[in-house]
């Protein structure tokens, strides 16, 4: 029996691998283009803050995705 377990990614891990490092953009980018600080967006990629609601509609409108999804995944 394998006893290794899959880790279950983290949004912050995901925002940061998925979008700002794919896209070559910086958190200090990020946080000026969607008008919050800096310090919120690398608290979240370090996973030190969960996402709000408010944070992912301005996350989404940013990367053009659905809220949804990133709702989706802090069930996990």
């Known amino acids: 029996m394998n006893d290794e377990h899959i880790k279950t ?3 912050g891990d995901i925002i ?3 979008f700002l490092d794919s896209l070559g953009i910086s958190a200090y980018r990020l946080a000026k283009e969607i008008n919050v600080s800096t ?3 690398l608290d979240l990629i370090h996973n ?4 709000s609601v ?3 509609l ?3 409108k940013f990367f053009g ?5 990133s709702n989706t995944w802090e069930m996990f």
């Open 16 to 18: 940061k691998k998925e």
């Open 58 to 60: 301005c996350l989404s």
């Open 9 to 11: 990614p983290k949004m």
């Open 48 to 51: 030190k803050r969960k996402i």
């Open 39 to 41: 310090s919120s967006i």
């Open 54 to 56: 408010e944070m992912s």
């Open 65 to 69: 995705n659905s809220h949804v999804s």
